[in-house]
């Protein structure tokens, strides 16, 4: 029976950095075993909302609730695993060595780095060090560490920034796989071309929701056939007022995600 338990729910979430406002009452439920694209421009909120997730973001006020337990909680370390914008790597070790310390450090058996080294296609360069990789395989390689232990959600900060298009795709490939093997995975970007790889979206402007919908809503619902230019359509909606809603009632209800509430200014 699949789990109808939000994976993360959010609610009331309110964030200052510095003197800045980051979220003020955020509502946010995500679906389990899915591809969530968070989506939106730089400096939106998108780190921010995914230091939340994994506990690492002090917040002012409401909650944050991850494969339900309160975000941060030590029972989650296992269970949530986070790969940040830059390689989370030892440049002067191989591969294998890299992923070998943090199965060792975990107190892991060692046929885990086989796993995991395997599932993310860089068997044939387990010898390689780090320093001689493309940022592809760096990627790769921190997301072998990442897939350790078999987490239930994976967190990717903005994972394919830089690459060309054929290690995307590559990159994208392997996320689908893990969700199809069950496990959440929310992947943060810039680029709204990959929106249509995901399952839900989360589009974000100026530290609020502007849409969760689904790839095809937000097409249908735009009326635009190019994910930026349907960003740009919401983001034109919302600036003039009360949005408009991009539930589609002919879809399934476990592909449908909850929408989150407009903030109050």
Known sequence: MMNSSPAVSIAGLRVKRGKVQVFDGLDLDLTPGRITGLMGPSGCGKSTLIRCV??????????VTVLGLPAGTPALRRRVTYSSQQASVYTDLSVGE????????????????????TAVGLADQRSQRADDLSGGQLTRTSLAIALLGQPELVVLDEPTVGLDPVLRAELWGIFRGLADQG??????????????????????RAGRIVAHTTPAS???ESGKSDPDEAFLELIRRDIAGPRHSLDTPNEAPVSTPRHAEEDQR
Do not use: W
């Open 54 to 63: 994994v506990g690492i973001q002090k917040v002012q006020g409401g909650t």
């Open 98 to 117: 890299n992923v070998t310390y943090f199965t060792r450090l975990y107190g892991l058996p060692s046929t885990e780095a086989d796993r995991v080294i």
């Open 183 to 204: 496990i959440t995975l929310i992947v943060s970007s810039h680029v709204m071309d990959e929106a249509n790889r995901c399952d839900d979206l989360l589009l974000m």
């Open 218 to 220: 937000l097409l249908i």
